[in-house]
């Protein structure tokens, strides 16, 4: 009869193999650290895009897309997680950028109403008259572009420091590695 194996203390098991695999696949750690610097350097991209206006984000976007396919699981989330960052920030600058162009136009037609009519209509213009509702949707549609601006550059800002702090933890974005 043979006996039972002596377990050692602090010894992991060996990971089971993986399908069709008799182990498990090994990691290139040059490529990894490769993949690591461009990810970090992503990150930094896309804070600095804030700034800007915008064209270093294209960059990360590009690093991301390309690397995305290639890289090891834990920098995959993090390439995943810039191509979010950039598509979320466009969201919000397309939302700025229409409220911006409906508002500014609805605010040229006002003041070429206000011409048109001289200025001893300025009361109707500020009262609750059709000219008055008009106005005050300009002023609100430009108010909202401003914000859609700021949350887009607030938005980027935050999660490219967030990503970047995790990426230096060796954290993965998200609840799991895929």
């Given amino acids: 009869?043979?006996?039972?194996?002596?377990?050692?203390?602090?010894?992991r098991p060996p990971p089971p193999?993986?399908?069709?695999?008799?182990?498990?696949?090994?990691?290139?750690?040059?490529l990894a650290g490769f993949d690591r610097i461009v990810a970090l350097g992503s990150y930094g991209l896309l804070f600095v895009s804030v700034f800007t206006f915008g064209v270093p984000a294209l960059a990360a976007l590009a690093?991301?897309?390309?690397?995305?396919?290639?890289?090891?699981?834990?920098?995959?989330?993090?390439?995943?997680?810039?191509?979010?960052?950039?598509?979320?920030?466009?969201?919000?600058?397309?939302?700025?950028?229409?409220?911006?162009?409906?508002?500014?136009?609805?605010?040229?037609?006002q003041l070429i109403a206000f011409i048109?009519?001289?200025?001893?209509?300025?009361?109707?213009?500020?009262?609750t008259d059709s000219q008055g509702r008009e106005a005050w949707t300009?002023?609100?549609?430009?108010?909202?572009?401003?914000?859609?601006?700021g949350l887009a550059a607030l938005w980027t800002l935050a999660a490219s420091f967030v990503g970047f702090l995790r990426l230096v933890a060796n954290r993965p974005?998200?609840?799991g590695v895929k």
Wanted: aromatic fraction near 10%; charge should be positive.
């Fill in 17 to 30: 193999p993986f399908p069709g695999q008799a182990f498990p696949p090994r990691v290139d750690p040059v």
């Fill in 63 to 109: 690093l991301a897309v390309f690397h995305r396919d290639d890289a090891q699981p834990l920098i995959r989330s993090h390439y995943r997680f810039q191509i979010r960052i950039v598509l979320t920030a466009a969201l919000f600058l397309i939302l700025a950028t229409l409220s911006a162009l409906l508002g500014g136009g609805l605010a040229l037609g």
């Fill in 138 to 149: 300009a002023g609100g549609l430009l108010v909202a572009a401003f914000l859609f601006f």
């Fill in 1 to 11: 009869m043979a006996e039972p194996p002596i377990p050692v203390p602090f010894r």
């Fill in 116 to 127: 048109e009519s001289h200025a001893h209509q300025v009361a109707a213009v500020i009262g």
């Fill in 173 to 175: 974005i998200g609840h």
